[in-house]
């Protein structure tokens, strides 16, 4: 049981790192700006992305605006 669940946790964290990407690599207008910071603020709160990350993608994206 132990194995199955480590194994859905490395699942899960692969998921969320592909979710990451994409929302670096896409970038649109104002409300899918706005979607993509607010996914990528989930990702900050869930630990797949740290403060400086998530700070410096955020700007990134925001400036596009």
Do not use: C, P, T, W
Not at 21 to 46: T, W
Request: aromatic residues 4%; neutral net charge.
């Amino acid at each position: 049981m132990k194995l199955s669940i480590a194994s859905a946790s490395i699942d899960k964290q692969k998921k969320l790192s592909s979710q990451k990407v994409e929302i670096v690599e896409e970038f649109g207008d104002e409300d899918k700006i706005i979607q993509k910071v607010e996914k990528m603020h989930g990702l900050y709160e869930k630990g797949v992305l740290n403060e400086d990350e998530y700070s410096k993608i955020k700007s990134n994206l925001l400036n596009r605006m």
